[in-house]
């Protein structure tokens, strides 16, 4: 499948398994730092590349280090990044990821991500693709006017589409993206962003209130597993057990999971579990692409725990 992903693009410096967590005016060691891809929407383009899917990517960095790291990431995992702009008046973000076995707290600093705009994206970008993916539809402020514009011309052309939200930091969440999602296929929210766009602390009725006779609703549950209502009934899947690393970019890589099985018209049970297994492996290192499956060694994992 060739998949074309829009969106920020940026690395993350990771402080892995903190001492306590830090508080103001106090300082606290961890157990491990490293400097690697970060970005939901990039993390979800990397494990779409390793999965065997063949991969576009628009977006815009600064011409700086960070920018040049990304890119040549990307360029490395064969992933096409000939629509990235190297704007000479804005510098490359950065997200500081403070991390532990079961959670995490980030710091951003927008840079390329808060001005990125899409505004040189033409409908011929999308010749040649099957499918478009976005993320972090909160986070970025200049593209968040634009994702129904570019989804329905992607759909235009023929593509499926799909969202991840990402988490709002202003947390009004906003009825935008009720409107937005008229054009997506499928909708990847985790327990938190379900919660905040719909305003249910019930996950099925949640899923429920965001039936539009069109979008599909996965929702990401942690340590609960993932969800969704399909043809009427409910489907779940439960997580798989392994010795945590690094939680970063599971979310991500699980959309990577779930699309790859989708788009090849699995049934439901299997793109869950298939998105449900890469998440889980993608857990066994630090940052968000170093433990990133193939699409072998995720059936691997499966065949070891389930009967497919």
């Not at 494990?47 to 790291?69: C, E, H, I, R």
């Not at 989804?151 to 235009?156: D, E, F, I, S």
């Amino acid at each position: 499948m060739k998949i074309l992903v829009i969106g920020e693009l940026n690395p993350d410096l990771i402080l892995q398994n903190y001492s306590g967590f830090p508080a103001l005016g106090k300082e606290v060691t961890v157990e491990d730092c490293v400097l690697t891809m970060g970005s939901a929407t990039a993390i979800c383009a990397m494990a779409l590349a390793k999965l065997g899917d063949q991969v576009g990517f628009v977006s815009k960095v600064g011409p700086d280090t960070y920018g040049d790291f990304c890119t040549s990431i990307l360029k490395n995992a064969g992933i096409d990044v000939s629509h990235v702009e190297h704007d000479p008046t804005t510098k490359t973000g950065i997200t500081v990821s403070v991390s532990g076995p079961r959670d995490r707290a980030l710091i951003t600093y927008l840079g390329a991500m808060g001005v990125f705009d899409a505004s040189g994206v033409t409908p011929e970008v999308f010749d040649g693709y099957d499918h478009l993916h976005m993320s972090t539809y909160f986070l970025q402020t200049g593209l968040r006017p634009h994702f129904a514009r570019l989804m329905q011309q992607a759909r235009a052309k023929g593509l499926t589409t799909s969202l991840d939200p990402g988490f709002d930091p202003a947390e009004t969440w906003g009825a935008d993206i009720i409107e937005t999602l008229k054009h997506a296929d499928v909708f990847f929210p985790n327990e938190v962003e379900l919660r905040g766009v719909t305003g249910e602390a019930d996950e099925e009725l949640a899923l429920r209130s965001l039936a539009n006779g069109h979008t599909l609703t996965v929702a990401k549950l942690g340590s609960r597993g993932c969800m969704t209502i399909f043809e009427g009934r409910t489907c779940k899947q439960s997580p798989f057990p392994v010795r945590t690393v690094d939680t970063t970019g599971a979310g991500d890589t699980f959309n990577a999971g779930f699309l790859h099985a989708w788009l090849r018209h699995e049934p439901i049970e299997q793109c869950l579990r298939f998105g449900a297994a890469c998440g889980a492996i993608s857990t066994l290192a630090s940052g968000g692409t170093s433990s990133q499956p193939t699409e072998a060694q995720a059936l691997e994992f499966l065949r070891e725990r389930v009967n497919v």
